[in-house]
């Protein structure tokens, strides 16, 4: 075990590294997305039309605000796993009232359960942490 007098608090670094890998998080995220169907486009020869993309990638923007709507407080900071029942609630709308669209861009609910946990990913990096209040 460490000796606690030679051991260096990792929080102050992390509090200070915190925007920085927000910003790359929510960069990652808005670049992964459309790389991700120019490869389904590249290897399975389906060609889904920008119309399309964006009407999916709307859809699970409008899930990923109605999730952190309805959440009790600030999800920043908070994991969210891609099998909670959540996103697997607002995934099976999406598959249930938009199957053409779903048909045409080649994805299945477990791809668009990821989508909006990206979404979900940038919304967070635009919140701020809950702030403890004082009694």
Do not use: C
């Not at 990652?28 to 389904?40: E, M, N, Q, T």
């Not at 060609?47 to 407080?73: F, H, N, P």
């Not at 045409?104 to 940038?122: F, W």
Request: hydrophobic content about 55%.
């Amino acid at each position: 075990m460490a000796d606690p007098s030679t051991a260096i608090a990792a929080a102050p670094f992390v509090a200070d590294l915190q925007p920085y890998l927000t910003a790359l998080v929510t960069a990652v995220i808005g670049i992964a997305v459309p790389w991700g169907f120019s490869l389904l486009q590249r290897y399975t020869g389906v060609a889904i039309s920008q119309a399309d993309q964006e009407a999916l990638a709307k859809a699970a923007q409008t899930q990923a605000g109605i999730i952190v709507a309805k959440a009790d407080g600030s999800l920043a900071g908070v994991s969210i796993d891609a099998k909670s029942p959540a996103i697997a609630t607002a995934a099976n709308w999406v598959a249930v009232n938009l199957p053409s669209l779903l048909t045409k861009a080649g994805a299945t609910p477990d791809d668009v359960s990821h989508m909006i946990l990206a979404e979900i990913g940038k919304l967070q990096a635009q919140m701020t942490a809950p702030v403890a209040q004082k009694a």
